[in-house]
């Protein structure tokens, strides 16, 4: 996404540009002390953000018909009810995700890109992951439990399932806001228009991917939806977050309205 302005291929106008690299569940941490002017975020972080933070109209993660995977040995359960189940923090949307399939598990926090080994080791039952580890944890051993991209598509009408987003401090003003949007906008449109080098980018943050898989990742979460949310990235932050609310696992209703 940020390829158009590592690169320099994207003009910033003055604005200096430094960036970040975190794991999700930091940045979702770093959001609450308001520690990054723009940062990506979990929609279910940024349900507890909206007054600090707006919504930036390009910049989401949606897994259409695929996402977080919920895994275990072959030996394990078959499902999460009443089970042990490694998660990657409490504040990603897999979380919230996987709250909304099933309400009933014990959970215990650990790093995203430990709990393929901690399954296998069998400190949980189940573990559940984000990132490349859907296309990895079939080498550790592990089977799926549930794809809970799949799932949330069965259950809204062929929905995307949202999971991260690019969001901006409201302090900035209009003025600085729709600068850096506009920034934003048109790296991730640089890198979708120069496919092959972002990936080579992108493929030194990648942990061991090879090519194909760098690719196919960055395929899944960098796309159309990604540029610009459309009527169905939309339609789904409202499903996802009125369904959330309503089962009482954010604090209040939050309005889906674009920077």
Do not use: C
Not at 137 to 150: H, S, T
């Amino acid at each position: 996404m940020f390829y158009g302005l590592a690169s320099g291929a994207v003009d910033t106008g003055g604005i200096e540009v430094d960036q970040v690299l975190s794991d999700i569940e930091t940045l979702n941490r770093a959001a609450f002390e308001g520690k990054y002017e723009v940062t990506a975020v979990s929609f279910h972080a940024f349900a507890h953000l909206v007054d600090k933070y707006a919504l930036l109209p390009h910049g989401a993660s949606m897994g259409d018909n695929y996402g977080p995977i919920v895994v275990a040995r072959h030996d394990g359960p078959s499902g999460v009810k009443g089970r042990k189940v490694a998660i990657p923090g409490t504040l990603t949307t897999a979380y919230l995700a996987l709250k909304l399939y099933e309400p009933q598990f014990e959970h215990v926090v650990v790093p995203f890109d430990q709990i393929e080994d901690y399954v296998a080791r069998g400190n949980a039952d189940a573990g559940l992951l984000i990132h490349e580890g859907q296309l990895t944890y079939a080498d550790n051993g592990l089977r799926k439990i549930v794809d809970l991209g799949e799932w949330w598509a069965q259950r809204t009408g062929g929905l995307p399932l949202p999971l991260g987003g690019n969001i901006i401090r409201r302090d900035l003003g209009p003025e600085t806001i729709r600068k850096v949007s506009k920034l934003l906008h048109d790296s991730i449109e640089h890198a979708l228009t120069h496919r092959k080098e972002a990936v080579d980018y992108a493929q030194q943050f990648g942990r061991g991917l090879d090519k194909e898989r760098t690719d196919k990742f960055v395929g899944m979460y960098v796309n159309d939806l990604t540029l610009g949310y459309g009527e169905r990235g939309r339609k789904a932050v409202e499903r996802l977050m009125t369904e959330a609310f309503e089962k009482g696992l954010i604090p209040g209703p939050v309005p889906v309205e674009f920077a």
